[in-house]
């Protein structure tokens, strides 16, 4: 863990974008590399048996390390340098003090909640999740004990305190989770209202966590530790990736909050491996610059979508307006609208099948953040296991699409979208 504070160039605070090019990494330690190796191994050397047992008592959690002392390298389940260093660059992102890189954006949120829940514990948690999400906190937790409480985006905080209120008697609230915005719908969270949620919910010196999945937003537009939020996730898979190939998630906080993640992590096994860790070293350094192309498109993108006869309810966050009930809540808490766009097709299914069907240059595939452009039908793909009744209560219709707007020339992606809206 290093503190970014401490990168200075003549009092001159350097800025994430710049040194996510070699933050944590020094070109002499790997015979003047420029880039770190791949540390495609899965144990490490101990120089004596002394050291050996020091770096274990230390993993283990029997000492704490010294001031200024890094956790030597014992075996790639428990650290290894290309995770070591991507943490530390993630970190910066978010001006945060550690974060972890997972197999999966599902291996950080299941990390994460079997971390600080335990049996007769309450988990609240916002709706419409990702369809893995909601599988989770709605089949799998109750199995354990665990009671999972959802609130809508529209609820005030009185209402959302008031779906509380029946299972608080014989429960503790240990855990608010958030995705925002939501995942297909776009629906912001008051990311502040929840941890004022928390806070007013802490007893005996213990307060509930805040955990915001930030996906749809990445590092660049949404910075949820600034609003209130203890833990940021990832599926890291997405926007930090950025290129459709690896797999990955992250979790991003105090080093109080995220240390105990750590040690899950190690005795369930969920960890990245050092492959993926340097594939995501090399997608945070054109980061930036996906982001913000990826953004101007789909602003272009959506004008043409709005004035289309055959789209309706697009749902694209910098066309909230003042009257819009979540306006001053993008304002407040998002620095830019993204590059996610959702809208309703005329003529559910068959129509919104046919549109899919036509597109040439857009690809008809789940996930999203890649360099090219991807469609999908949510309420049959990402979301197909959700109960159709949460389904139409938050959103997810049958002629709902989600685009995710790639970095392609936005003429061509608006004249491949005209031609399949043709279709319908």
Known sequence: ??????????????????????????????????????????????KTAEQGKHFFEIATGQIEPEEGETPGMIYSRLNN????????????????????????????????????????????????????????????LPEFGIVSVPFRAD????????????????????????ETPANPTLDLIDIRMCADIAAARATDGRRPLLAVDNTFLGPLWQHPLQHGADLVLYSATKYIGGHSDLVAGAVIGSEADVRPIAA???????????????????SLETLHMRMTRQGDTAAKVARFLEEHPKVRA???????????????????????????????????????FRFLNALKLVKLAVSLGGTES?????????????????????????????????????DDLIADLSQALGAV
């Open 155 to 178: 609820m005030s905080r009185s209402e959302i305190e008031a779906c509380l209120a029946p299972h608080e008697p014989d429960g503790r609230l240990a855990m608010i989770l958030i």
């Open 374 to 410: 991807l469609a999908e039908h949510p309420a049959s793909m990402t979301h197909s296991g959700v109960p159709l009744e949460e389904k139409e209560r938050t959103g997810v219709s049958a002629g709902l699409v989600r685009l995710s707007v790639g970095v392609e020339h936005p």
């Open 264 to 282: 899950t992590r190690t005795y369930m096994g969920t960890m990245a491996d050092a492959w993926t860790g340097w594939l995501l070293m090399r």
């Open 1 to 46: 863990m290093r503190n970014r504070r401490e990168e200075v160039i003549a009092g001159h605070r350097l800025e994430p974008e710049s040194l996510s090019m070699g933050y944590g990494y020094r070109p002499e330690w790997s015979e003047g590399s420029i880039k770190s190796p791949i540390f495609q191994t899965s144990t490490f050397v101990f």
């Open 314 to 352: 697009l749902r694209y966050l910098d066309l909230l307006g003042p009257s819009h009930a979540q306006y001053d809540v993008y304002r407040r808490q998002c620095l830019g609208p993204g590059a996610m766009i959702s809208f309703e097709v005329d003529g559910g299914e068959p129509s919104a």
């Open 81 to 140: 340098p290309d995770l070591e260093i991507l943490e530390d660059r993630l970190c910066l992102w978010e001006d945060a003090e550690m974060g972890l890189v997972f197999a999966s954006g599902m291996a950080a949120i299941a990390t994460t909640l079997l971390t600080y829940l335990r049996p007769g514990d309450i988990l609240l948690h916002s709706e419409p999740l990702y369809g893995g999400t909601t599988h989770l906190v709605n089949e799998t």
